[in-house]
């Protein structure tokens, strides 16, 4: 059983905050052993979408990015991870299933882009994403650019 919770940054509580913030320095910066900006000024002007377990703990995490922040015209899921823990269980599926309802809720908006790590490819096609562009680097890890839209 996984609760969800949504808010705009400045209803995160300092737990959340500490959390959330661990679980990508967790994955982005150590597992992937990527160096890179993580607090690149969006968090602030986002929704924080946090996954957590029956025991409390953070499993699975999203920022939903309002149109005109990360792209001109368009919403975004960004900084999409989970737990190590938790993978290859459905939970990267379930995490993205609800981003696309709480963007459709909060933004009013079916299509959203994003800027998916090409090896995930298949994970994004499978959940109504289609490749937009050509794949380029990202803090050195191929990416290429994926629309969603609703129908």
Known sequence: MVRFRCVPFYDLSTDELY??????????????????????????RSYHLLCYDAENDLIAYTRLVPKGISYPN??????????????????????MKKSIEEIERLFGQSEIKISAQCYLDKFYREMGFVPKGEEYLEDGIPHVGMVYSKG
């Open 19 to 44: 959390d959330m913030l661990r679980l990508r320095a967790e994955v982005f910066v150590v597992e992937q052993d990527c160096v890179y900006q993580d607090l690149d000024n969006k968090d602030k």
């Open 74 to 95: 368009h919403p975004s899921i960004g900084r999409v991870v989970t737990s190590d823990k938790v993978r290859r269980k459905g939970i990267g599926k379930t995490i």
